[in-house]
């Protein structure tokens, strides 16, 4: 896993997901979060997620610190359609992934 940058979308109808073994993007925690102004590094775990202990890092732009912890339905998959909010880049969730996520994020 690394970076994700627009590699795979959810391709899903947002209100049929199927959640065997993957993210339930209506069943997370945010573990911790980094934002500036445009950019917000999240780590989210989602308990049903069998890989990396369901843990996720993720890369959002346009949503405010405060709108983003009041979240109800995280998708931590690329998708284009609109219906949800959808990262912008994707890092394995370990201290390198989040190191590699703070530096794509000051570099940006």
Same mark, same amino acid.
């Given at each position: 896993? @690394?970076?994700? /940058?627009?590699?795979?979308? +959810? @391709? +899903? *109808? +947002?209100?049929?997901?199927? =959640?065997?073994?993957?993210?339930?993007?209506?069943?997370?925690? /945010? /573990?911790?979060?980094?934002? =500036?102004?445009?950019?917000?590094?999240?780590?989210?775990?989602?308990?049903?997620?069998? *890989?990396?202990?369901?843990?996720?890092?993720?890369?959002?732009?346009? /949503? =405010?610190?405060?709108?983003?912890?009041?979240?109800?339905?995280?998708?931590?998959?690329? +998708?284009?359609?609109? *219906?949800?909010?959808?990262?912008?880049?994707?890092?394995?969730?370990?201290?390198?992934?989040?190191?590699?996520? =703070?530096?794509?994020? *000051?570099?940006?």
């Amino acid at each position: 896993m @690394g970076l994700g /940058i627009g590699l795979s979308k +959810c @391709g +899903c *109808n +947002c209100d049929n997901i199927k =959640t065997t073994g993957n993210p339930d993007p209506k069943n997370f925690e /945010i /573990i911790k979060i980094h934002a =500036t102004v445009n950019y917000i590094i999240a780590l989210i775990k989602y308990p049903n997620c069998t *890989n990396y202990e369901g843990k996720k890092i993720l890369v959002f732009t346009g /949503i =405010t610190p405060s709108d983003f912890k009041r979240l109800s339905f995280i998708d931590p998959h690329f +998708c284009d359609d609109g *219906n949800h909010l959808s990262p912008v880049a994707r890092f394995e969730p370990t201290a390198r992934g989040w190191d590699m996520a =703070t530096r794509f994020f *000051n570099s940006i």
